[in-house]
Structure formats: C-alpha cells, structure tokens
C-alpha cells in the first residue's frame, strides 16, 4: 500500500463527525494527488531505469573488431541495413572521413570530404580499410585505432608526406609527432559504394588515373619500409596498366577505335614505372626472383634504362651471381655515367669480383701444390741465451784482462 493510499484511508476512519459530502470531495482530491504522486513516482522509476540502460549501452557501444583491442569501433548513425549489404574488397567506395589523435583530439591529422577509394587497395590507412567492410550505406562511426594499423612503428613527423590517394604531390603533415605509441581517433563516413568496372571496358585515360593514384600510394608506403604493402599497390596498378587481350585501346562514343600512340607510349611509360618500382620493392622484401622477372620486363621494353640496369645488378648480386652483376653494373654506368648510385654500385662489384679472383686463385695454387711457404719468422734469442754469452763474454774479457796486467808486471821487473 502507498503512502497516499495509506492516508485516504486514516482520513475516511477519522471523519465520522465531518460533513460525508466534504470528505468525499477531500477523498476524491487526495485520491488525484495520490495517484499523481505515484504516476510521478513511477515515472521518475523509468527514467531512472532507462538512464542505467543507456549508461551500461553506451559502455558496450565500443565494438572489438579484431578481439584483440587494436581496432574499436562505435556507431554514431545507424546505416541501410534492410537489406544487410556491406563492401566488399574491390569495390570503389566513397567515404568521408577525420582523422585525430585519440590523446589529443584538438589535433586534425587529415580530413578528406567524398574521397574515392578502392576498398583492400590500403589507399587509406590499414584500420579504416578493415572497418569500412563492417559498414552500410550511409553509416557513420568512430574508430579507435591502434599505431599497428596506423602509421606504425614509423609514425608521422612534422613535414612528411600525408599520402593522399590520388594526389602525386601530396600536402605534409604539420601536427606534433606521431610515434610508434600513439593512437588515433577517426570519425569515417559510408556514403555509398560501386564494383569496380571490368578493366576492358576502361579508356586509357581512365587506366592512366587509377595507376599514377597506385603507384603514388605505392611509393608512399614503400618510403615508410612497409615493402610488402608497395608490391599490392603496385600489383595493383598493372592490373589496369598491362596490356590486354587485343592490345590497349580507347573507345570513342561511336564505339570506334581512335589511335591513341601517344595516349599508349604514355601508358607505356607508366607501366615501366610501376615494374621499376615493383622491382625495388620485392628486392627489400627479399622476393628476388620476382624482383627479377619484374626489372626484366623493363629491360625488355627499354634494354638502356639506367635504373633497371642498377636494380637488376643489386639483384644478381643479392643472389650471389657476381660476374653478372658486375657486366650489368657496367652496362648502367655507361648508361648513366654522372649517376653516383650506378657508379657506387659499379664499384662495389668491381671489389668483389677482384676478391672473389684473389681466392679463386689461392684455392688454385693450393690445390695444385704451388703455393709458397709461408715465411719463417725470425727468431729472437732468449733471454737466458742472452744470459749464457754474456757471461762467456765477461769471463774471456777477464782473462784477457788479467794475461795484460801480469804481462806489464814482469817488464816493469
């Protein structure tokens, strides 16, 4: 029973001597109030339970993506999910998205507004790339990213290139340092997604756009030591560099095919490009039989190229195959003769080859029996030999000594 209701019914006993009229009029009104007290009372009960809902909610709003920690996730606007389709890799996505320093989030590290991406390609940070293939269409969310799937042991300083997809001269970043430790606060925007088209159906212009943007990523990751992420976007270029079935070539509206040498000379050079640079990259992740066939299919175009010339004898040389390296260091140097790389290069296999002959020819003479004896280190007297003759000595300088002064003796007789 309820307060309220406990004091309608002490009234009504204690009333027998009032006008039964009034009480019932004062019952009524006490019996409003009663009920809007409790009606309040269960009110503020709810809201009590709700903001205790919410409270324990918004602590299990950060989603684990990884299980491990390293990437947390927390939707701030719910996205289509009738239907319950997700990105998938390959697909061009169009994004929006912050990113900030989780310990510091007055500090904008980059902010990009409808950017496209290939989704997988790495063309935006490892994190982000993973948690866009948990999103719906229009979904916005938060993310707490770890420096693993950030910018890595590496980090980011002051003046160093942001990497933007698309961008060949990219801005630098102008914020405080970002070490191996920090992490990064990122609010990321689905707005919608397509496939990507089949490569065939592509104009040269639009297979030169996609890639100069892989290659220019590719670079990028490459000067921050992640060789293996520069071999998928460079992979990744040729996909829509290489020639196809029939050759490359450019349809016009009509559906007729325009000749494009110059468009497919330039295409040419940009697939040279990327293999260099594939070439270089396979060679740090220590692939050099890939870094090989990679450099190889340059020198197939352009049999002088100073910088495949210089990759492929570092390669040849990495293998152990010295004399090949040295005739291809010399075929660089004459094609490059101001470049300090190639002659330093040119160089060092010089040395190893004249070291490698110098053993080639102590193993010869040993093998055949003609190599001269070592030299016999002359031998210093010992000590005590030492001792011995000068002893001898002493005493025959006595003796002589003494025949002289008996000698004078017997004259001055």
């Known amino acids: 029973m309820s307060e309220g209701e406990r004091t309608l019914v002490d009234q009504s006993e204690s009333s027998s001597f009032e006008d039964l009229a009034s009480a019932a009029a004062h019952e009524i009104e006490e019996a409003k109030i009663a009920e809007a007290a409790a009606s309040a009372a269960e009110k503020e009960k709810h809201t009590e ?53 989780r310990d510091e989030p007055n500090v904008t590290v980059e902010k990009r507004n409808q950017v496209k991406i290939y989704l997988g390609d790495n063309e935006i940070l490892q994190g982000m790339d993973l948690a866009l293939t948990l999103m719906h269409k229009g979904e916005i969310c938060e993310l707490q990213i770890a420096p693993r799937f950030a910018y890595g042991d590496t980090g980011l300083k002051a003046g160093e290139s942001l990497g933007l997809v698309g961008e060949a001269d990219s801005p630098k970043y102008e914020g405080p340092t970002i070490d191996s430790e920090t992490w990064l606060l990122i609010q990321l925007e689905l707005h919608d997604w397509d496939e990507e088209p089949d490569h065939e159906t592509l104009s040269i212009a639009e297979r030169m756009e996609i890639g100069t943007r892989r290659r220019c990523r590719g670079n990028w990751w490459y000067g921050r030591g992640e060789a293996t992420l520069a ?183």
């Open 49 to 101: 339970h709700k903001t205790v809902e919410k409270t324990e909610k918004t602590a299990e709003e950060w989603q684990d993506v990884l299980g491990s920690g390293a990437l947390m996730k927390k939707i701030l606007k719910t996205g289509d999910e009738e239907e319950g389709l997700r990105p998938q890799r390959g697909n061009i996505c169009r994004i929006s998205y912050e990113i900030k320093l």
């Open 231 to 413: 071999v998928q976007l460079y992979r990744r270029a040729l996909d829509v560099l290489d020639e196809s079935e029939g050759g490359i070539t450019d349809p016009t509206p009509s559906g007729a095919l325009a000749p494009t040498s110059d468009a497919l000379h330039a295409l040419l050079d940009e697939r040279i490009r990327v293999y260099n640079n594939m070439a270089a990259a396979q060679l740090k992740a220590g692939a050099l039989d890939a870094a090989l066939q990679a450099v190889s299919r340059v020198l197939q175009c352009q049999p002088d190229n100073a910088k495949a010339l210089y990759r492929k004898s570092r390669i040849l040389s990495a293998m152990g195959r010295g004399a090949e390296a040295l005739a291809v260091a010399r075929g660089a140097a004459a094609a490059a003769p101001e470049d300090a790389g190639v002659l330093k290069e040119l160089k060092r296999c010089e040395q190893r080859a004249n070291r490698d002959r110098s053993v080639e020819r102590r193993l010869a003479r040993r093998m055949l029996g003609t190599a001269p004896a070592p030299p016999t280190p002359d031998k210093k007297p010992s000590r005590s030999n030492m001792l011995v003759w000068g002893s001898l000595l002493l005493s025959l300088l006595v003796g002589v000594a003494s025949v002289l002064v008996y000698r004078y003796k017997m004259q001055a007789q």
